[in-house]
């Protein structure tokens, strides 16, 4: 019985790598959940509903699967799991989650110089994201302050009292 649905979990996987090459990833999605209800710890299909979730510019949903797959990967693997999983959180724009990630990734692994451009991306969004909203408080305060004259004019004006 457990060699059958290994068996059913290898042809299924197949099916859904070929459909996901040839960029069909709706009927490669497909595939590889059917391969996980055959063998529901193969995080390598975990892996691939991850990938396809992440093409189909749905990056939570990858996030989620990347996450399955890592808590079950084998270490050679992680790497480039968590260098995927980088990248969704990249893309949901969560830069400092994802530099997180991105620092787990050793140094001397394959990936690393993908990976440091990632984090020096993630490093400026921050940066860009803290510049804008120290800007946005400035222009709140501005206003708040410009009310407040406009404010003062309005209620001490009929008595005389000029600024």
């Given at each position: 019985m457990k060699?059958?649905?290994?068996?059913?979990?290898?042809?299924?996987?197949?099916?859904?790598?070929?459909?996901?090459?040839?960029?069909r990833l709706s009927e490669a999605r497909k595939y590889f959940k059917l391969s996980l209800e055959a063998c529901p710890d193969d995080y390598d299909a975990m892996w691939a509903l991850g990938s396809c979730y992440y093409e189909?510019?749905?990056?939570?949903?990858?996030e989620e699967?990347?996450?399955?797959?890592?808590?079950?990967?084998?270490?050679?693997?992680?790497?480039?799991?968590?260098?995927?999983?980088?990248n969704s959180l990249l893309d949901q724009e969560k830069y400092q989650l994802a530099q997180d990630v991105y620092l787990e990734i050793p140094r001397t692994s394959d990936i690393w110089q993908a990976t440091a451009r990632n984090i020096e991306l993630t490093i400026e969004r921050?940066?860009?994201?803290?510049?804008?909203?120290?800007?946005?408080?400035y222009r709140q305060r501005k206003y708040t302050l410009g009310r407040g004259k406009r404010v003062f004019r309005e209620n001490y004006a009929h008595r005389g009292i000029k600024r």
């Open positions: 060699n059958e649905a290994l068996s059913k979990n290898i042809e299924l996987y197949s099916l859904g790598d070929k459909a996901f090459k040839k960029g189909l510019g749905k990056p939570k949903k990858a699967w990347y996450r399955r797959a890592i808590a079950l990967a084998d270490e050679e693997d992680l790497p480039a799991l968590r260098f995927n999983l980088g921050l940066e860009s994201e803290k510049s804008e909203r120290v800007n946005q408080s």
